[in-house]
């Protein structure tokens, strides 16, 4: 019963936010600069989050983040509300963060990139929130982190997962586990061997 | 930590780490909103260089795009039949189509994975061998095969068996011969299946390839089907490899001529010629290791090598984690434990005590309540007619010779109801409801009066199959006492569950009612002399007995339980309760109060 109550509760929430998500994506589509502004608040980590499984360097996260709020703002009436909100704005930004890896690859970037991840400036950024992400960037395949990221950090659903990154379920599922658990073993610092 | 802490520290690392200037969006888009053209064309502080570097790359995909085809386009008209599918599954899966001469006609790839290991790879009219080296190359360059993980499944479809042989040796020898000059140990499965529509049909339901698909059914057979098809799909290779060499290096079920799939309604598609080949050893890396699983494992119950005998450690998967399987015996006990593969955690573990043995004595019989009464207890305690019911029956169960209790049976639709029921007080000691779906021919659920018609025309009948298992045993009808025959379906399939001991030895069989292959042998050595069960210590006794053993009191335990239970021909007590997380069960000898088995297991 109580699982059950949970789990309505749950729909409930996601079903609100979902709600609240399209009414400010009308706004921006309406050119209402406050709605941006809201959506850029509630949704930057999430997008954030994306641009870095893929890009994989906090210099080009960034600038994927926001070319993607710009992105949204220029092309926010194209969106039809009946559709999954967050499901279109991580797909936005999905196709900025591949373009962005296609430019990277071309200019040859540097080895060392994942140790770029983090803002070296960033006060907000504890040394565990560090350890964490660099692990994510350097332990995890590129397809792992992805699911991993957006499981964590986007809310996703590991079937929206499949269907944004165009993956069988099972594929996400697999990943999504090889990934904690990779992640598990290098921040507990036990060596599998 | 657990998945929700992990997850959660992730997303705390994200949040803080990610951008915060609205300000510098809001800039931009003040400048570009309504203009048509995509805005990287105009902004000047966040602008990248990119966009005319991916148009020439846009172009240049196009071109490749049209060479390709035209070539495709030529082959197919000269050459396009299909004679062989090659497939090989890593994690990334990838499909060659062959004919008849073995040069490929397509590639395609099964998963996103695979995606990878084709980009730029054109391998069109290239012959199959050569192929097969690219492929394993663009493995070992994208680090899917490594020391890790190094299991690489080749399977070759073919209608004509000794063409997909023939093909499947060489592929073989070619993918040995890559990873050998890579430096890499790999492990080769290998197999030759022919079209079967029920694995098509599970693979593209799973999004898997064929050839992944029958390896995973293998291992579910070869688990009696203890395990599911579902819970393997998200394996790697290397993982279900480990599993199919753990089931066939201990010979619980032999992997050998062609596997039959069948639903309840008896074997409907066969894949002939289904037996897996193995090369190499499946790489263990990422997991502790057989021998620090068995130092886990002793550890935990206080023991040095030296101490036990039997000591054995086996790759299994359970509860969605890989896990060694570490069993071994020492002070007259058996102990069975489940390490986690990946970091050496006890999951579980259960010890058993093997020393007393089953007493023979006269029962007094007057005392007992009669079958009639049984019957009646059973269905009164199911809240169930007798008229509702399509089979009922009731008999004094025996074990070694003793009266152990009624043994009750019926069923009510397509659920199947057994009970044990107390020889004097008539009380429910056990029971349990199995619900099945129908076979196909009806009325095959005729309990131990197997063989006498309502079954299968294939059935075999509960004496051929007492016959298969005393043959297996190696032992004459005369000697065995204590014979027990229940004939049961599981998952579809008939079985005869069949139970005998021979001198202190208790030997335990399920067989395979259609063919009479043996599925399943256990045996069990049981100590020479047995306890007098005149004493009994009581129920409150127990329970304190366990509890001190647990070294939990009784105040801060729940839905603490306490059973009398007849089993091996003596008294025992059950107790079962929860108490710090973990779910305890005890089993103890009425007798004397020994421990027999205690298993605590986390109370999820």
Redesign the interface.
């Known amino acids: 019963m109580l699982m059950l109550l949970t789990a309505q509760t749950t729909q409930q929430h996601g079903v609100e936010e979902r709600r609240e998500l399209d009414e400010l994506l009308s706004g921006v589509a309406a ?1 209402n ?1 406050e709605a ?2 809201q959506l ?2 509630r949704t ?2 999430a997008v ?2 994306l641009a ?1 499984s893929y890009v994989k360097n ?1 210099h080009d996260a ?2 994927v ?3 993607t ?3 949204v ?2 092309s926010a009436y194209q969106y039809k509300p009946q559709g999954s909100p967050m499901g279109w704005l991580l797909a936005v930004a999905r196709s900025l963060a591949l ?2 890896l ?2 990277s690859s ?1 200019q040859e970037q540097l080895e060392d990139e994942e140790w770029d991840a ?2 070296a400036d ?1 006060p ?3 040394p ?3 350890q ?2 660099q692990q ?1 960037m350097a332990a995890l ?1 590129d ?1 792992e982190r992805q699911v ?2 957006l ?3 986007t809310g996703l659903k590991h079937r929206e997962i499949a269907h944004l ?7 996400v ?2 990943k999504y ?1 090889r990934a ?2 990779k ?3 290098q ?2 610092g ?1 060596d ?2 | ?1 657990n ?1 929700k802490e ?17 300000e ?3 800039a ?2 003040e400048t ?2 309504g ?1 048509v053209i ?3 064309e105009k ?1 000047s502080s ?1 602008q ?3 966009k005319k ?2 148009m020439s ?1 846009a172009v240049a995909a196009c071109l490749a795009l049209v060479v390709v085809g035209g070539g495709a386009g030529y082959y197919y008209q000269s050459n396009n039949a299909v004679a062989s599918v090659v497939s090989l599954d890593v ?1 990334p899966s990838v499909e060659l189509k062959v004919n008849k001469n073995e040069k490929v006609i397509s590639a395609t790839p099964q ?3 695979g995606k990878v290991i084709l980009e730029g790879l054109d391998l069109k009219g290239v012959p199959v061998d050569v192929a097969m080296n690219a492929v394993i190359g663009s493995l070992l360059q994208h ?1 899917y095969v490594d020391e890790l993980a190094n299991s690489i499944l080749i399977t070759v479809e073919d209608d004509d068996v000794q063409r997909g042989e023939k093909l499947q040796q060489e592929l073989t020898a070619q993918a040995d011969a890559a990873l050998a000059s890579a430096q890499i140990n790999g492990a080769i499965l290998s197999q030759t299946l022919q079209y079967n529509e029920e694995l098509s049909r599970k693979a593209e339901e ?3 390839s064929a050839g992944k698909a029958a390896l995973i059914q293998a291992i579910v057979e070869g688990s009696n089907n203890t395990k599911t098809f579902e819970s393997l ?4 290779v290397n993982e279900l490899n480990l599993l199919y060499s753990a089931q066939n290096t201990t010979g619980t079920q032999a992997q050998e001529g062609s596997t039959v799939i069948g639903g309840a309604d008896g074997p409907t598609e066969i894949l002939v010629s289904n037996t897996i080949q193995t090369s190499g050893t499946a790489s263990q ?4 290791g057989a021998d620090a699983a068995k130092s886990a494992a002793l550890k935990h119950a206080g023991l040095s090598p030296n101490q036990v005998t039997f000591l054995k450690a086996e790759f299994d998967y359970d509860d ?1 984690r890989m896990i060694y399987e570490v069993d071994f015996h020492a002070n007259s006990k058996k102990y069975e434990y489940e390490i986690d593969a ?2 050496g955690q006890v999951v579980k573990y259960e010890t058993e005590a093997t020393g007393t043995a089953p007493s023979t004595g006269s029962a007094n019989t007057s005392s007992y309540i009669g079958e009639s009464a049984a019957k009646t207890a059973a269905l009164s305690h199911a809240g169930v007619k007798e008229s509702d019911t399509t089979y009922c029956n009731a008999w004094l169960e025996y074990d070694d010779g003793r009266a152990e209790c009624y043994e009750v049976e019926f069923m009510v639709g397509s659920s199947r109801y057994e009970y044990e029921i107390a020889l004097t007080s008539g009380s429910v000691i056990k029971h349990e409801v199995k619900t099945y779906s129908q076979p196909a021919s009806g009325g095959s659920t005729t309990g131990t009066q197997a063989g006498n018609g309502g079954g299968t025309s294939s059935d075999i009948g509960s004496e051929a199959a007492k016959s298969a298992a005393l043959k297996d045993a190696g032992v004459s009808a005369s000697s065995a006492t204590g014979m027990k025959v229940e004939r049961d379906w599981d998952d579809g399939r008939l079985e005869y569950e069949i139970e005998f001991w021979v001198d202190s030895t208790e030997y335990d069989y399920t067989v395979d009612g259609t063919t009479g292959a043996i599925l399943k042998r256990d045996t069990e050595r049981h100590g020479s002399t047995g306890s007098s069960t005149s004493s009994d210590i009581g129920g409150d006794k127990a329970k304190s007995i366990a509890l001190n053993h647990a070294g939990v009191s009784e105040s801060s335990t729940s839905g603490l339980k306490v059973q009398q239970d007849y089993d091996d021909g003596r008294l025992e007590y059950e107790v079962e309760f929860r108490a710090n997380g973990l779910e305890y069960e005890y089993t103890i000898l009425a007798s004397d109060g020994t421990i027999l088995s205690h298993e605590s297991d986390r109370d999820d």
């Open positions: 050119g600069r941006l502004a850029y608040r930057r980590t954030y989050g870095l906090a960034q600038d983040t926001q070319d709020f710009v992105r703002w220029d373009m962005k296609r430019q071309r983090i803002p960033s907000s950024v504890t565990e929130d560090r964490v992400l994510a395949t397809e991993v990221m499981h964590a950090v990154l165009e993956m069988p379920l099972a594929t599922l697999s586990h904690l658990k992640l598990r073993v921040l507990e036990d599998p061997r | 930590m998945d992990l997850e959660r520290r992730l997303e705390q690392a994200v949040s803080h780490a990610a951008p915060n200037d609205l510098g969006i809001l931009r888009c570009q909103k203009i995509p805005m990287t902004n966040k990248s260089t990119g570097k991916w790359l994690n998963n996103e994975d680090g799973y999004g898997i799909v998200g394996l790697t890396s990422a997991y502790i969605g990946s970091n």
